[in-house]
Every structure is written in C-alpha cells, then in structure tokens.
C-alpha cells in the first residue's frame, strides 16, 4: 500500500519498498482515504493486500481488471500483483487495508495447509475472487475476522501473535470454503514485467518529454502493441496516464511549496498553464488555485 505522502517509495519496477510491519511479524494495517489524492498509485509488492471499503466508492484494477468498489466490498490482492484505486470525486472512498506476507503462514513440508494453500498462494498458483460483496453468502463471516484481525493488532494483548496467525488461517478457511480462492490461470509474466518497467521509467521522469515511440521501444513492442497492452493493465492510454501522473504530482507542490501554478504546471511536465489547469479541473472539480486556497483556509 502506496501512502499518499509518499513521494518515491517504489523501485525500478514499481515495487513498492515500503516496509509493511516487521521481520518477526511481517503484517500491518492502515486507515486511509482517497480525499484530496484521489488515486493510490499504480503499484505492486510481495506481500497480499485486502483492502476493505469503509465509505465512499470507486475503480480497483488489478493486473488487466477493473472492478467497480463501494462501501462494504472486499478487494482481495494476492502478492506481486500490479493495483491501483481510484475515488469517485463526489463520493470519496474511506478504506482499510490489511498487508501481510503470507510466507507468515508456512509450515513444513508435507502439512496439508501448506501443500494445499500456502505453497500454491505463495508461488501465484492459485487467484481469488477479487471482489466480495455484502450479499455474498461468506460476508458476515469474513467481516468479522476482518474486524477481529484489526481489533487484535491494534490492542495487542498478550500474545497477540498468535491469535493473528489463527485469524488468518480462519479468514483463508472462510475463502476457501466460499470458492474466492480458484486455480490460477497463466499470465503472461513478459507482459506484466514490461508494463512494471516502463510504470516505473514514466514516474521517474514525468517532468520530461515522453513519446509512446520512447516508451514502446524500450521493452521492444511495436507502438501498437504497447499502447494495447498498456491499457490493459492501467486502465488508460499512454497520454492519459502520464497526465493522471502529473496531476496528482502537482498537488504535493500546491500544498508544500510557494511556487506559482504556472511554475507548478513547469515543474510536473506541463508546458502549457491554460492546458494544465484545464484538466486539473477536468479530473478534481476543482481549480488548482482553489483547491491550494481550501487547503490554507482548513
């Protein structure tokens, strides 16, 4: 999970570096919102994320997937998958989210939870349901572990630990029972490697000129190709998505700098102010210069 004040905290694949809990208990929990950064980066990471939505709605893509998400609904993200979220503007998404390696939940070779479930989610052999609605048959179930996960890591009692790992066990019980978990299907690894690749090229240098031309030829695809599988996987056209970038680049120099909106509009790539507040207002509602004004005045 991107945090929003983060700047660079992904490397040169758009891993995530982040570090989420510690080595002897590799899980944390985060309360977060979509309200002024109405989007988390495109991102992956090793460990799984579920992510539940507290309020508010919005898009999830997963891989080459795009999932509508609203209050109540579990997003379910198993490790080293690309994901991002985005916010309705007018209806703003309040989530939390649970990151946890799942290599916490080995057991020895032969164990029939590590043979028929760990091994398999450890080495992307098996994929979920990503989604799970408050009509499904499972949800009770699995809000209240979702809930007593939370409530334990955040009070942490007396061996705490241990009850996490059974609550985790009893949450993949209750997915597995329900049929959120299903046998992968093959991907196409050369793709989603390539995407990650130019991902990361794009938000290193988003203050510079950058040509679909450029970007294909970097992981060797015809600009054709590229641009089909780019949006595959983010939702967006090339051009659409270096804007999106931009934009929401632009909104940590509006709060935490005194530069003017067109030295702003410079700094982020746009060379022209007319343009940038133009489709600052396109994707927020709402002016650059009124949204800094806002964020004085509260």
């Not at 507040?277 to 509602?285: A, H, P, T, V």
Request: proline share 1%.
């Amino acid at each position: 999970m991107v945090k929003k004040t983060d700047v660079k905290h992904v490397d040169e694949t758009l891993k995530e570096l982040n570090t989420h809990g510690t080595f002897e208990l590799p899980l944390d929990i985060y309360d977060d919102n979509c309200e002024i950064f109405h989007s988390i980066y495109t991102h992956w990471h090793e460990e799984m994320e579920i992510i539940y939505i507290e309020k508010g709605s919005g898009i999830l893509r997963i891989n080459t997937q795009t999932f509508r998400i609203q209050e109540g609904d579990f997003a379910l993200i198993n490790k080293e998958m690309v994901h991002s979220l985005k916010s309705d503007l007018k209806n703003i998404l309040y989530f939390k989210s649970l990151v946890f390696d799942l290599n916490m939940l080995s057991g020895i070779a032969g164990d029939l939870c590590q043979e028929k479930l760990v091994h398999l989610l450890v080495n992307n052999q098996a994929d979920f349901v990503h989604i799970i609605k408050t009509n499904d048959t499972r949800y009770e179930s699995i809000h209240g572990i979702f809930l007593n996960i939370i409530e334990s890591y955040q009070s942490r009692e007396d061996f705490y630990y241990i009850k996490l790992k059974g609550l985790l066990f009893l949450l993949f019980y209750e997915l597995a029972i329900g049929s959120y978990i299903l046998p992968s299907s093959q991907n196409d690894s050369k793709k989603l490697s390539s995407i990650k690749t130019v991902l990361y090229y794009i938000d290193s240098h988003y203050q510079e000129e950058l040509s679909v031309t450029e970007l294909a030829s970097m992981v060797h695809y015809s600009e054709y190709y590229f641009m089909k599988v780019f949006k595959q996987y983010t939702g967006k056209t090339v051009i659409s998505y270096i804007n999106h970038l931009r934009l929401e680049k632009s909104k940590h120099l509006l709060f935490h700098s005194e530069l003017s909106i067109t030295e702003i509009a410079l700094e982020v790539g746009f060379h022209n102010t007319s343009y940038f507040i133009r489709k600052f207002q396109e994707e927020n509602g709402i002016t650059p210069q009124k949204l800094r004004k806002n964020c004085a005045i509260s």
